[in-house]
């Protein structure tokens, strides 16, 4: 790589910090251009993230593409690391950000100030998050995020989402502080923020100091969990995301998947067999978490009255499962459990728009619009004349699309859901060595059945309320940018089935380049100084 | 030196946390500033405790040995910053909460009696 190229590292975190700040300056006036921006730059980090993918996924060995900040030597430079698996997040964080901005040009767009920008901050949060190698440096990033997305929460405004998102915020704002504790109590045995020097300096701290290290790492964890959701620290999560408005809920369902990458790179990186004493620190409780977290969701999804409550309650579910496929800490199942996260999330991102579609024909949010219109004028009378397909294809296209959630939601045949399940679970049942099934693999089995069979159940009944039994409710006025997303996410969700052997290729690869955390330290802190990265400043 | 220093920690993060679980909206805000203020204090100790040290020995230049560790420093000013920042926000959302509920209790409607 020469010239530009070394500068794709920093891209994903550049552009959509210039489109948001861009944005910001043409107030509440020239929606058409900052629409245009948005979907832009959200495409443009689409292509920066496949050409990131491709990268890394054609050098045979999965080196680490390390981008120094300012061209320090890298022990004391903050890094951008793009490997693997940051760079398949990109790819997961884009396309659903494409989906949803796409989905709110229709109307959501117009319910409240700057949210094009406030879109575009948080994007640039979540890929610093994926991106960066320092410790610190993901406490700015997931501060950035975390405020942006306090703003996408009250989006639309209205007591409900109000109410929700002080929770929401108080929460979080708790929960940053507990970051801020984790981190220095680690900065404070080890004398390091840089997450792959950290991993190479853990094997040498004095035992007296081994505790305070372990605290902190369970302090910051706790953090982290929060966001992923994990029980007991979810009862936050239902509420705020059945709140928020569509294109931000379907954006926030990546939200916990943040937390969840986090801890995977972080407790492999720092915990793992190369950790000595420490090593596999807290498994257990990634483990026990995750399944609780399953429970939890998956009772939820069955007691939900509602249809953004039982999409809420989905993301437990999925959130767990990824936790607790975690905490069994074997190569095959972290595969599996990264191909059910791209799968699951692509699937909640489509639910949470094609919820709203369905719940149309009631139009609870039809006095918020109003009053929103009212306030910010509604300068864009023309959209109303291409409003609406032919009226029961309509209900068709819908109905069709909630199966196909529901089907990989569920984990049945024939979309990913189910080829993300059974990699999981063929990897769980038959170990690496010849240690036979543990029990913890049996008792992951029994609960990701159970949850599919109440996720199953959950939806259909739900299903059959929504496009059954009200004969006396009015079609939804459906535009074709809004179920287009939704037929994109599952499209391609069917894409990640019948390309399911590649696909898998890359998640084992990834998989066994973070259970051997070796490379990526050495990449990162051989990085050579000099030839690149000459020019851009931490932001 | 440290054990008033810890003293101070606990009594405000102890605060902090105690107000966080009250009720009333302004009693969390303040319980929020209460715990960033003890964990601001919290990273500087982390960068252990020195009384004396100079910022710039006037012999000794060029030797880091004889400096406060300057990391923690730049830590808790960023944190500083996005705290302020975050619960600038939270005080908004604070008062659109009270405006259209109509009540300061953190549940948006006053307990039943």
């Given at each position: 790589m020469s010239g530009i190229a070394d500068h794709l590292v920093i891209a994903p975190i550049v552009l959509p910090l210039v489109a948001g700040a861009v944005m910001l300056l043409f107030g509440e006036r020239g929606r058409t251009a900052k629409a245009a921006i948005n979907v832009g730059s959200t495409l443009g980090l689409v292509a920066i993230a496949v050409a990131l993918l491709t990268s890394t996924a054609a050098s045979s060995d999965g080196a680490a593409a390390t981008y120094r900040l300012g061209d320090w030597p890298v022990p004391f430079a903050i890094v951008l690391v793009a490997d693997r698996l940051s760079a398949l997040m990109l790819l997961l964080t884009s396309l659903l950000a494409a989906a949803a901005v796409v989905f709110s040009l229709?109307?959501?767009?117009?319910?409240?100030?700057h949210f094009h920008s406030l879109f575009q901050f948080l994007l640039m949060g979540l890929n610093g998050a994926f991106l960066t190698g320092d410790l610190f440096n993901l406490f700015v990033f997931f501060e950035l995020m975390l405020a942006a997305s306090y703003g996408l929460a009250l989006h639309g405004s209205g007591p409900v989402r109000v109410r929700a998102g002080l929770h929401y915020i108080v929460v979080n704002l708790a929960a940053s502080l507990l970051f801020l504790v984790g981190v220095s109590l680690i900065y404070g045995v080890s004398g390091t923020l840089n997450m792959a020097d950290l991993a190479a300096r853990i094997p040498g701290i004095a035992p007296q100091s081994r505790g305070l290290l372990e605290a902190g790492a369970a302090v910051l964890a706790t953090a982290f969990l929060l966001k992923a959701g994990m029980w007991p620290l979810c009862f936050w999560l239902p509420t705020t995301y059945a709140a928020a408005s569509p294109p931000v809920a379907a954006v926030f369902a990546i939200m916990t998947k943040v937390g969840a990458y986090i801890v995977l790179r972080l407790w492999l990186l720092?915990?793992?067999?190369?950790?000595?004493?420490?090593?596999?620190?807290g498994g257990d409780v990634l483990l026990l978490g995750g399944l609780a977290t399953v429970a939890f969701g998956a009772i939820g999804t069955l007691a939900s009255q509602d249809l953004p409550r039982l999409a809420a309650h989905s993301v437990l579910v999925s959130s767990g499962t990824v936790l607790a496929a975690m905490g069994m800490g074997e190569t095959g199942v972290t595969a599996g459990a990264l191909f059910y996260m791209v799968s699951s999330t692509l699937a909640l991102g489509a639910l949470f728009l094609l919820v709203e579609l369905v719940e149309r024909g009631r139009e609870p949010g039809a006095d918020v619009l109003a009053v929103t219109r009212e306030a910010?004028?509604?300068?864009?009378?023309?959209d109303e004349e291409e409003v609406g397909l032919a009226i029961p294809a309509t209900m068709g296209m819908l109905g069709l699309a909630f199966i196909g959630c529901a089907l990989v939601i569920a984990g049945l045949p024939p979309l990913s859901g189910f080829v993300a399940k059974f990699a999981l679970l063929t990897a769980a049942l038959n170990?690496?060595?010849?240690?036979?099934?543990?029990t913890a693999s049996w008792a992951l089995l029994a609960i990701l059945i159970v949850s599919g069979l109440a996720a199953v159940v959950a939806m259909t009944r739900a299903g059959m309320r929504s496009f059954?039994?009200?004969?006396?409710?009015a079609v939804p006025r459906v535009r074709l940018i809004e179920m287009g997303p939704v037929a994109i996410l599952l499209i391609l969700c069917a894409l990640q089935t019948i390309q399911a052997g590649p696909v898998m290729r890359y998640m084992h690869a990834t998989a066994q380049s973070l259970h051997t955390p070796q490379s990526y330290v050495r990449d990162v802190l051989q990085a050579e100084p000099g030839a690149e990265a000459r020019r851009a400043g931490p932001t | 030196m440290e054990a008033i220093v810890a003293l101070g920690i606990g009594a405000l993060a102890g605060s902090g946390v105690w107000l966080i679980l009250r009720p009333r909206t302004f009693q969390v805000i303040i319980g929020l500033s209460l715990l960033s203020y003890a964990i601001n204090l919290f990273i500087i100790v982390m960068g252990r405790l020195r009384t004396g040290a100079p910022i710039l020995a006037s012999r000794a230049a060029g030797d880091p040995s004889q400096y406060a560790d300057p990391l923690p420093q730049a830590l808790v000013l960023t944190a500083i910053v996005i705290s302020f920042a975050t619960t600038a926000l939270f005080l908004v959302v604070l008062l659109a909460s009270r405006g259209l509920?109509?009540?300061?209790h953190v549940d948006g409607r006053e307990p039943e009696p």
């Open positions: 229709a109307r959501w767009h117009r319910a409240g100030a720092l915990f793992g067999e190369a950790a000595g004493a420490s090593a596999h620190f910010y004028g509604d300068d864009d009378l023309e170990p690496a060595g010849s240690a036979g099934v543990s059954w039994a009200s004969p006396d409710r | 509920t109509g009540t300061d």
